[in-house]
């Protein structure tokens, strides 16, 4: 919405009052959450990440500031005259619940043209190590690829140049994880001189949301779409038979919910659909709803009322009353008054009765 172009002379005020609010909500709505797992800008003390080889001081940590000026933990490395490879490894990060896990890195790149070094190289390797705990050590796993799996060689879109622009790189890398409860990462340097300014770990899921008067919960995908069951909102049903299946929808990959769920539930009798259909309300006093669905409450017939919230139908007034086969939405009537001054007439097969002549009954072969 904020890439929107009104007019020359239009006003966002024409949107109206309620507008807004709406268009707020239905942007949440399919928001998608992130779970992060590890970041180093809200490290304070050392990372304790782990180098290769071990006596080198190739790599080194040190503290540095980030683009909004904060104080971060950064690590660097320089060695433009060497092809030997340098490696450094994170601490073990528990994956959780996904199996598909994005890193984010932030780093910066010297240009080789600068140093006149024949090893050098604008780019690094990033690995990662799929393990259940934190079991390595600085030998285990051996230092190579396999048993540590490659993602990616990352090349820098901006280089840094003596009395350049001082930019940073941001790249954002997804990798699988189907096997151990966590794993590591593992950056490998071949004559690079380069800093690692912030990494972070995260993967995206679902938010809890409601929809189609149903309750969906946190749903982490696992594939290009994951299916979750919902259940009703509270006061909603699913209609008896073959039909009332439970709600679902699918969670993008993305984290995003993805188009409408299939759902079956409605309001309950006693209850009707509030103005976003997200919840199901009670029928005020005075009101009522018989049957589950999307319709409204209905005022109280004649000669009936509730005073309870959230009702069927409406109980007759003392009085008044309904016959077995009058639907519950009927008005309530009184029952008919006993004969005035009957008189009655008798031939082989009829009786008649007739009151001041207004009205008559009758009763053919013996019936009463």
């Keep these: 919405m904020r890439d929107r172009r009104f007019r020359e002379g239009a006003s966002p005020r024409g949107l109206g009052p309620l507008l807004l609010p ?14 992060v797992l590890m970041n180093t800008k809200l490290e304070t003390s050392d990372l304790r990440w782990t180098a290769h080889p071990v006596d080198g001081q190739e790599w080194e940590e040190l503290s540095g500031f980030d683009d909004e000026a904060r104080s971060v933990r950064t690590v660097q490395i320089c060695t433009p005259s060497s ?17 598909k896990l994005l890193v984010e890195i932030r780093f910066t790149v010297v240009e080789c043209s600068s140093m006149n070094q024949r090893h050098c190289k604008e780019t690094f390797n990033l690995f990662y190590y799929a ?9 285990h796993p051996a230092w190579m690829e396999n048993p540590y799996t490659k993602v990616a060689t990352i090349a820098a879109d901006h280089l840094l140049r003596k009395d350049g622009e001082k930019r940073s790189n941001l790249k954002l890398l997804e990798l699988e994880v ?20 912030s990494v972070r770990v995260f993967y995206r899921k679902c938010p809890p949301v409601r929809r189609a008067f149903a309750s969906f919960p946190e749903t982490v995908p696992h594939s290009l779409v994951e299916q979750a069951q919902g259940v009703c909102v509270e006061n909603a049903v699913t209609p008896p038979g073959e039909d009332a299946q439970p709600p679902t929808m699918l969670c993008g990959e993305n984290g ?12 309950r009798p006693g209850y009707e659909a509030d103005a ?36 069927a139908y409406c109980p007759c007034h003392q009085g008044f009353d309904r016959a077995d086969s009058d639907h519950p939405g009927a008005a309530c009537t009184r029952p008919p008054s006993a ?5 009655s007439q008798l031939n082989d097969t009829t009786v008649t009765l007739e009151e001041d002549g207004a009205s008559r009954w ?7």
Aim: net charge positive; proline share 8%; charged share 20%.
């Design 83 to 99: 092809p030997a490879s340098y490696w450094l490894r994170t601490r073990w990060i528990p994956r959780r619940a996904a199996t």
């Design 22 to 35: 709406l268009l707020l909500l239905l942007l949440g709505r399919n928001r998608a959450d992130e779970e």
């Design 256 to 267: 995003r919910w993805v188009e409408q769920p299939t759902s079956s539930c409605a309001c």
């Design 339 to 343: 004969p005035r001054l009957p008189v």
């Design 178 to 197: 189907r096997r151990g409860a966590g794993l590591y990462l593992a950056f490998q340097s071949q004559g690079a001189c380069m800093a690692l300014l």
């Design 131 to 139: 393990a259940n705990g934190d079991e390595a050590t600085p030998t």
């Design 276 to 311: 976003a259909a997200m919840r199901c309300r009670a029928c005020p006093s005075g009101h009522f709803k018989t049957a589950s669905g999307g319709g409204g409450c209905s005022p109280c017939p004649a000669n009936s009322n509730t005073r309870i919230p959230g009702s």
């Design 362 to 368: 009758s009763a053919e072969d013996g019936s009463t």
